[in-house]
């Protein structure tokens, strides 16, 4: 197995960005072409945190899948707003058509899938939402998923942790928050249904995001899109993410498909 860290030019961003790549460990029945799992960071991480503070070197490993963990600007929730860096472009295009062209991939969207933490989390969801082309599936831990989904008169109190989000989401979005096209409510139930990627949801029942991930996956059912969900002991910590990410990775497996397995 081999772990690089590159720096490439992205277009969306006009500018050279760092992200780490897992390659697959060499082995007989695992040739290549792979799978490609996007992984995604929080809020104040970059490419390198999923790799530092958890064991998703030996998780891969156990896989004939690529993990690519790029950076994105600091809160940018991964969205194309109306202010700031079009950071779902850069890395649902840019960056999936630079590892394409350039490592032994399978490029068909059942063959690729993003997964994320906090921010990540939501990231992960929307990219997949909006680019029902490019990713097969998503998965979501601890995921901020009420990102988008303000109303304009609800500013929650400033000592509630989701009024840091609802600053972001003023600056990114603008006045149109809740029903927009960054909303992931109203993304699900709009996504055509041939085309809904699969998705996964978790959350620790002691982690400050339950209640949004236990509303989203309600609004799921409501819709009739279907979905895993899951519920574990944990907070919004790193021990969280670095238990459960390996469900992530199998969910991809057992629900794409993917070789190997």
């Not at 630079?98 to 490592?103: K, L, N, T």
């Not at 990713?135 to 840091?164: C, T, Y």
């Amino acid at each position: 197995m081999a772990m690089l860290t590159l720096h490439y030019h992205n277009r969306a961003l006009g500018q050279t960005e760092p992200v780490n790549i897992i390659l697959p460990e060499a082995r007989d029945e695992w040739t290549g072409p792979f799978p490609v799992v996007y992984l995604l960071h929080g809020i104040g991480d970059d490419h390198t945190d999923w790799v530092r503070r958890t064991r998703i070197e030996m998780y891969a490993s156990e896989r004939p899948i690529m993990v690519v963990m790029p950076t994105t600007p600091w809160r940018s929730m991964y969205v194309d707003g109306v202010s700031g860096p079009p950071a779902a472009t850069a890395i649902a295009r840019h960056l999936v058509e630079f590892i394409d062209a350039r490592f032994r991939t399978l490029p068909e969207r059942r063959y690729r899938a993003v997964c994320g933490l906090s921010m990540g989390g939501y990231g992960a969801l929307h990219l997949a939402l909006k680019y029902p082309d490019v990713f097969g599936a998503a998965a979501s831990h601890s995921g901020a998923l009420f990102f988008g989904h303000f109303d304009a008169a609800e500013e929650p109190a400033p000592d509630d942790r989701a009024h840091f989000l609802w600053r972001i989401s003023k600056t990114l979005l603008g006045e149109v928050r809740s029903g927009g096209p960054c909303d992931l409510y109203v993304q699900a139930e709009t996504v055509p249904a041939q085309k809904r990627p699969a998705l996964r949801i978790d959350c620790g029942v002691d982690d400050f995001m339950i209640e949004a991930n236990r509303a989203f996956h309600a609004h799921l059912d409501a819709v009739g899109y279907a979905h895993e969900y899951a519920e574990h002991p944990g907070a919004h910590t790193w021990a969280y993410w670095d238990e459960h990410v390996k469900d992530s990775l199998d969910f991809f497996a057992r629900t794409l498909g993917w070789p190997g397995e």
